[in-house]
């Protein structure tokens, strides 16, 4: 490669839960650039969290770590062309992109679930994520699924 590899951006954390993932993720669910609007909404979707999960006893940044944790794939399938035939090969994920892609996920599927407002969609995701149901956690079992049925191709790893 001739060009350099672009220096990581420390994120500073979020002022409620002080910690750098909840930063990351907002970041992820900001549009426009409207930070407080994406951290009002976040906000909201763990109140809610801890409203209707208040018989778990864990806290509502627990509860959203581990359903973050439950939606992460491991592998994925990236299609590889050999000799005129297109194979889809697994391969393992590395552990920034597994976050980032859980984080989308989570995102993507809250978004489209039906609700009045982005903060009862996400809590309703968070939720189903952390009980290893929903959108988000059915796409990390397809993309499991998919990588297991192609081990076959393992092989042609680059």
Known sequence: MRKSKPKKRILLPDPKFNDPYVT???????YSGKKTVAFK????SLDIVAEKLKVEGKSPLDIWKQALDNVTPHVEVKSR?????TFQVPLEIRADRKISMSMKNLILFARKRSG???AE???AEVMAAYNSEGGAFKK???T???AEANKAFAHFRF
């Open 24 to 30: 990351r993720f907002i970041n992820n669910l900001m």
């Open 41 to 44: 909404i976040f906000y909201d």
């Open 81 to 85: 062309r050999v000799g005129g035939a």
């Open 116 to 118: 009045h407002s982005m």
């Open 121 to 123: 969609k996400l809590a």
């Open 140 to 142: 990390k079992e397809d």
């Open 144 to 146: 499991h699924r998919m």
